[in-house]
């Protein structure tokens, strides 16, 4: 059983195989199956545009894009993760610290990684979506649904054969959810605990504003995605 906990993340994680600095198990999110994300970015942003994904796990969003004519570069802080991708240029980094000499048509931020609750380490995250961006690219988000705060509760269900179950539901203040996931399948079982920020229009738009963005436009009913451009 392994574990991995952060001072800098506020997540942790355990389970078999290895684990990312935030927790996430690696064997697990190799397995987990796509769900629309490719086809959204797809639709906002020009056929066979040049995309960096910031936080690219296993490739679970990549393979997607690269189907849908896209030539992506995949960013990720864990080399184990990136192993798994093919097709795409990998670079291992943080986020924070990416300083790529070339510019893409579109940054894609996916993943809720803006519900982050360190602030500084949020900022530092779209101010890189910036520094990576063409002059008339666009930067993709997304964030968890405006509704997803207040009416997140536990559940179960079962996604291409992995059992998952969010367990240990709490709201620390009306701005903060924390939650523990647990996945189980053929066998192995891994856990994964985070807390979360709301992160309303006004808030998102004014965190977007300091990294020098704007948003463009909401690209899903939930307003979960969105295109930010400078």
Same mark, same amino acid.
Do not use: K
């Given at each position: 059983?392994?574990?991995?906990?952060?001072?800098?993340?506020?997540?942790?994680?355990?389970?078999?195989?290895?684990?990312?600095?935030?927790?996430?198990?690696?064997?697990?999110?190799?397995?987990?199956?796509?769900?629309?994300?490719?086809?959204?970015?797809?639709?906002?942003?020009?056929?066979?545009?040049? +995309?960096?994904?910031?936080?690219?796990?296993?490739? %679970?969003? =990549?393979?997607? /894009? *690269?189907?849908?004519?896209? $030539?992506?570069?995949?960013?990720?802080?864990?080399?184990?993760?990136?192993?798994?991708?093919?097709?795409?240029?990998?670079?291992?980094?943080?986020?924070?610290?990416?300083?790529?000499?070339?510019?893409?048509?579109?940054?894609?931020?996916?993943?809720?990684?803006?519900?982050?609750?360190?602030?500084?380490?949020?900022?530092?995250?779209?101010?890189?979506?910036?520094?990576?961006?063409?002059?008339?690219?666009?930067?993709?988000?997304?964030?968890?649904?405006?509704?997803?705060?207040?009416?997140?509760?536990?559940?179960?269900?079962?996604?291409?054969? +992995?059992?998952?179950?969010?367990?240990?539901?709490? %709201?620390? =203040?009306?701005? /903060? *959810?924390?939650?523990?996931? $647990?996945?189980?399948?053929?066998?192995?079982?891994?856990?994964?605990?985070?807390?979360?920020?709301?992160?309303?229009?006004?808030?998102?738009?004014?965190?977007?504003?300091?990294?020098?963005?704007?948003?463009?436009?909401?690209?899903?009913?939930?307003?979960?995605?969105?295109?930010?451009?400078?």
């Amino acid at each position: 059983m392994n574990r991995a906990e952060s001072n800098r993340y506020s997540a942790a994680g355990s389970g078999p195989g290895p684990l990312t600095p935030d927790g996430c198990p690696v064997e697990l999110y190799a397995l987990l199956p796509p769900q629309g994300e490719a086809e959204i970015v797809h639709a906002a942003v020009p056929d066979g545009a040049t +995309i960096v994904e910031l936080g690219a796990g296993a490739g %679970r969003v =990549t393979r997607g /894009l *690269l189907e849908l004519g896209h $030539e992506v570069v995949a960013v990720d802080e864990s080399p184990e993760m990136l192993a798994h991708i093919r097709g795409a240029r990998t670079i291992c980094a943080s986020i924070e610290t990416l300083s790529l000499a070339e510019r893409f048509d579109v940054v894609l931020l996916a993943s809720y990684l803006v519900n982050e609750t360190n602030d500084s380490l949020r900022a530092s995250w779209l101010a890189a979506c910036e520094r990576q961006l063409a002059p008339d690219g666009c930067v993709i988000v997304q964030r968890h649904g405006l509704s997803w705060f207040d009416r997140a509760q536990p559940y179960e269900r079962v996604t291409g054969g +992995i059992t998952l179950r969010l367990r240990e539901v709490s %709201r620390p =203040t009306p701005d /903060l *959810l924390a939650a523990t996931m $647990e996945y189980e399948h053929d066998g192995r079982r891994w856990t994964h605990s985070y807390t979360h920020c709301r992160m309303d229009d006004d808030r998102l738009e004014a965190e977007l504003a300091r990294a020098g963005l704007r948003v463009d436009s909401y690209l899903t009913d939930d307003r979960g995605w969105l295109r930010a451009r400078r």
